[in-house]
C-alpha cells in the first residue's frame, strides 16, 4: 500500500513545482517586461521671448533682447538654442567718469531635462546646461581727462576694440501654462567664464548675453513661452 502513497505524493510534488514555475515566471515576466508608451518621441517645440532681460534694457544701461527656440522629446528632452542681441550704454559717474558702450549678438546651445516624475503634462520643472560665446566691439572713452603733467583738459579713447568669451551656464527652472498654449516660466543660471579675450583694455564693463563682469555668476531670465 506504500507504493500507491508513494506515487500520490510524487505526483502532488511535481504539479506544485510546475505551477510554482509557472508562476515565478510569469511574475519576472511581468517584473521586466518594458511598458511601450504610446507618447511619440517628438511632441512639437517650444518658442519664448526673455522678459527680465528686456525690462532691464528698458529701465537700466545694459540689457539684451532674447529669444529661444526648444524642441520637446518625448515630454523629458529638450534641446534648446538661445539667441540674443545685448546692448550697453553705460557711464560711470562716480570714479572714473569713462563712457563705455557696446552692442552685438551672442547665442548658447544646450539641453534641458524635465524632473517631474509625470512627464506627459503642461507644467515642467528642469535642469540643465548650455554652451555660450559671443563676439563684440568695444567703445571706451572719457572726455575732459585732466592731464596729470601740463594741467590742461585732454581725452582718452578706445574705439571698436574687438573681445570675445566663451562661457558655460548650469540652469535650473519651471514653466506653467496659463491657458491653452501660453506658458510662462523662469530659470536661474550659474555662469561660468571658459575662455575670453578683452583685447588691450583690460577687463571689459559689460559682455552681452553673460552680463557685467562685477556682478554674481548668478542670472535669471522670465520667459513667455508659445507652446506648439
Not at 522629446?73 to 534641446?79: C, G, I, M, R
Request: hydrophobic fraction near 40%; charged fraction near 20%; glycine fraction near 8%.
Amino acid at each position: 500500500m506504500r507504493r500507491p502513497n508513494i506515487s500520490i505524493s510524487i505526483s502532488k510534488l511535481t504539479i506544485s513545482l510546475l505551477l510554482a514555475l509557472c508562476t515565478l515566471q510569469a511574475s519576472g515576466q511581468k517584473l521586466f517586461r518594458l511598458e511601450k508608451d504610446s507618447i511619440p518621441l517628438m511632441r512639437g517645440f517650444q518658442v519664448s521671448f526673455d522678459l527680465f532681460g528686456f525690462g532691464m534694457l528698458q529701465f537700466s544701461d545694459y540689457g539684451q533682447y532674447e529669444g529661444a527656440l526648444r524642441l520637446n522629446l518625448h515630454d523629458q528632452w529638450f534641446p534648446i538654442v538661445e539667441v540674443g542681441y545685448g546692448i550697453a550704454d553705460h557711464h560711470d559717474d562716480l570714479t572714473t567718469q569713462i563712457n563705455y558702450r557696446t552692442e552685438a549678438p551672442y547665442f548658447r546651445l544646450g539641453m534641458d531635462f524635465n524632473l517631474l516624475k509625470k512627464k506627459h503634462q503642461s507644467n515642467r520643472l528642469f535642469a540643465g546646461f548650455r554652451y555660450a560665446y559671443t563676439s563684440y566691439k568695444v567703445d571706451m572713452y572719457r572726455e575732459n581727462l585732466p592731464d596729470p603733467v601740463w594741467l590742461w583738459e585732454t581725452g582718452f579713447g578706445v574705439r571698436d576694440e574687438k573681445c570675445s568669451q566663451h562661457w558655460a551656464e548650469a540652469v535650473v527652472g519651471i514653466d506653467a501654462q496659463v491657458f491653452g498654449p501660453l506658458h510662462l516660466g523662469w530659470s536661474a543660471r550659474y555662469k561660468l567664464r571658459l575662455f575670453h579675450d578683452d583685447g588691450n583694455i583690460g577687463k571689459t564693463w559689460y559682455v552681452p548675453g553673460y552680463g557685467t563682469w562685477d556682478n554674481t555668476k548668478l542670472g535669471f531670465t522670465f520667459n513667455a513661452i508659445i507652446d506648439i
